[in-house]
């Protein structure tokens, strides 16, 4: 985790914690987020929070400002929680590279790895040529595909 990540959550966490919070500090330290290219998302969220922390840094802000910055102030931190929390699962793999057969059969609809009937495919065919072909809203280019799909799995099998 970058170190800038975890010293803007920590201060962030100060800030709403703290009974008679300096706005103004805030504001400087959002304002070096805005400016920062770590994560656009970030730079976002930071742009959106600045003027209302700005405003609340006012010696004639009222109330409701005050109260509200905290509040717009968890927008930054949700990015910030986003950026610095532990990613679980698949990552860094790269994904399967399908052969013709298999290629034919997602674009149809069918099972992989097992056997099919020709009264199968067709019926499978006339399913997906419902929302491809050019009368049903669809485009020639990508009919004329699903039905080589089609013939190519017919004539395999």
């Given amino acids: 985790m970058d170190p800038h ?13 703290a009974p008679d919070p300096d706005y ?17 998302t970030l730079r976002h969220a930071a742009a959106q929070v600045l003027p209302i922390l700005r405003q609340a840094a006012l010696k004639s802000a009222d109330r409701r400002t005050r109260s509200m910055a905290p ?5 930054v931190s949700d990015a910030l929680h986003t950026l610095s929390a532990p990613r679980f699962g698949r990552r860094g793999l790269t994904p399967k590279v399908l052969t013709q057969e298999e290629r034919y059969r997602q674009l149809l609809g069918l099972p992989f790895g097992r056997h099919l009937a020709a009264t199968e495919i067709h019926q499978a065919f006339k399913r997906a040529a419902k929302t491809v072909h050019p009368d049903g809203g669809g485009n020639g280019p990508a009919f004329l595909e ?9 004539k395999h099998h």
């Fill in 24 to 40: 103004r500090e805030m504001a400087r330290m959002i304002a070096e987020i805005a400016a920062t290219d770590i994560d656009e």
């Fill in 71 to 75: 509040r717009r102030l968890g927008i």
């Fill in 5 to 17: 990540i975890r010293h803007w959550k920590v201060a962030i966490e100060r800030f709403c914690a």
């Fill in 146 to 154: 699903l039905a080589a799909a089609r013939d190519a799995l017919i």
